[in-house]
């Protein structure tokens, strides 16, 4: 299995942009998750789906972030408008089942300028 | 509020000793406790975990122990080798098995030569 696989692995953007992140989780996998990492707050959960319907978006820092999982091998992060403090590094992870170890992707690093 | 607490933002150990990191929680619903070890430009990968019904879990160099009382974990490797130069991110997961997985802000391993 080729793991989690996202896309792009770099984007830089300018403020105001619309910045769509991509990910294929591991087949088999019901339980997705986006994750935002940065020096301030860490591993940040932002919002998880199982089997493709979102659980929990309380993570989600504002209006400007959408995500959606039209089905089981594809999930979308979507940021408009971009924001300079957007730039993070944002991972997606699978799992087989929510609560169960977390398989990541190598993640998106993105820059808004 | 920071529910998984890990205060060394990094810590430096000489090859061969052994590097101890450690974590709090608050959330007493916790009962599935994670590590997790990030390289440069890659997702975190799983490490090692336990479960509260335990105190101890060992694979290889790598050891966790759980103290519920005080709400503490830690992550023992002996020895240390310079390939454990990481991120090593702290995790848990609540009762149900059908909770999300909560990470703290990681502890940057650099081990010296």
């Known amino acids: 299995d080729a793991g989690v696989i996202q896309s792009p692995r770099h984007e830089v953007t300018e403020m105001g942009q619309e910045v769509t992140l991509r990910c294929k989780p591991i087949s088999g996998h019901n339980s997705l998750f986006w994750y935002r990492q940065t020096m301030m707050r860490g591993l940040e959960l932002l919002i998880y789906f199982n089997n493709n319907v979102p659980i929990d978006d309380s993570g989600m820092p504002e209006d400007r972030f959408s995500a959606k999982m039209p089905n089981a091998s594809f999930s979308t992060l979507k940021i408009q408008p971009s924001e300079p403090r957007d730039s993070a590094v944002y991972f997606c992870?699978?799992?087989?089942?929510?609560?169960?170890?977390?398989?990541f992707g190598s993640g998106t690093q993105l820059s808004v300028l | 509020d920071q529910q998984v607490k890990q205060n060394s933002p990094s810590l430096s150990v000489q090859e061969g000793r052994i590097s101890i990191l450690n974590c709090d929680y608050t959330n007493s619903m916790f009962d599935y406790f994670l590590w997790y070890k990030k390289y440069p430009a890659e997702g975190p990968t799983f490490l090692i975990s336990?479960?509260?019904?335990?105190d101890k879990n060992e694979d290889g160099r790598f050891t966790v122990f759980l103290n519920k009382s005080a709400k503490h974990l830690s992550l023992h490797i002996v020895p240390s080798q310079p390939g454990d130069s990481a991120v090593y991110f702290c995790a848990a997961s609540g009762v149900n098995r059908d909770d999300k997985i909560i990470f703290g802000k990681g502890t940057r391993l650099h081990i010296l030569p």
């Open positions: 992870a699978s799992s087989p089942q929510i609560g169960e170890k977390l398989f």
């Open positions: 336990i479960s509260s019904i335990k």
